[in-house]
T-cell receptor, first 115, second 112 residues
């Protein structure tokens, strides 16, 4: 298996533009997580899906952020409109054992820069 | 609200040295605690997971301990090597059981 695949690896966009980050989880994993990593705040959970259903979205910063998981093999995180403070590395992770902590596999991340 | 703290933020040691990384958490009601490794430009890789009922876990040169009552965990690395250079993060499962709460990590540099 190629692991968790995220695209793009790097994204530079202007303030106000829409940004879409993509994630393909490991086949057979029923849970998917979006995390954001910054120097100031470290790694924070944005949203957790189980069997394609959002279970915990309490970490989504505001209405500008939205996440979807239309099927078991694909998820998107959209920011509209983007702001400079959204600059961070966004990680997607998947697991076959829910949010228990077991078997998390992380993607390599998308480094987002909003100028 | 659960908070996870890792001290020091950075550590530099010569090759061969044994070292200890520290992790503390504010709420002792955890399900488990996990140590991850993050290499520059890469995602996280799980190293060790300790269940709340366990006191320690070992994998090769790594040994992780857990003291729930004091809200502390340590990661012991024996005979450090340059290849151990990375950022090490600890994480605990939140009370709702829906997310890992991470510390900000300790960046380790092992010089040859």
């Amino acid at each position: 298996d190629a692991g968790v695949i995220q695209s793009p690896r790097h994204e530079v966009t202007e303030m106000g533009q829409e940004v879409t980050l993509r994630c393909k989880p490991i086949s057979g994993h029923n849970s998917l997580f979006w995390y954001r990593q910054t120097m100031m705040r470290g790694l924070e959970l944005l949203i957790y899906f189980n069997n394609n259903v959002p279970i915990d979205d309490s970490g989504m910063p505001e209405d500008r952020f939205s996440a979807k998981m239309p099927n078991a093999s694909f998820s998107t995180l959209k920011i509209q409109p983007s702001e400079p403070r959204d600059s961070a590395v966004y990680f997607c992770a998947s697991s076959s054992e829910g949010a228990s902590g077991y078997g998390y596999t992380f993607g390599s991340g998308t480094r987002l820069t909003v100028v | 609200k659960q908070e996870v703290t890792q001290i020091p933020a950075a550590l530099s040691v010569p090759e061969g040295e044994n070292l200890v990384l520290n992790c503390s958490f504010t709420d002792s009601a955890i399900y488990n605690l996990q140590w991850f490794r993050q290499d520059p430009g890469k995602g996280l890789t799980s190293l060790l997971l300790i269940q709340s009922s366990q006191r320690e876990q070992t994998s090769g040169r790594l040994n992780a301990s857990l003291d729930k009552s004091s809200g502390r965990s340590t990661l012991y690395i024996a005979a450090s090597q340059p290849g151990d250079s990375a950022t090490y993060l600890c994480a605990v499962l939140n009370q709702a059981g829906t997310a890992l709460i991470f510390g900000k990590g300790t960046t380790l540099s092992v010089s040859s």
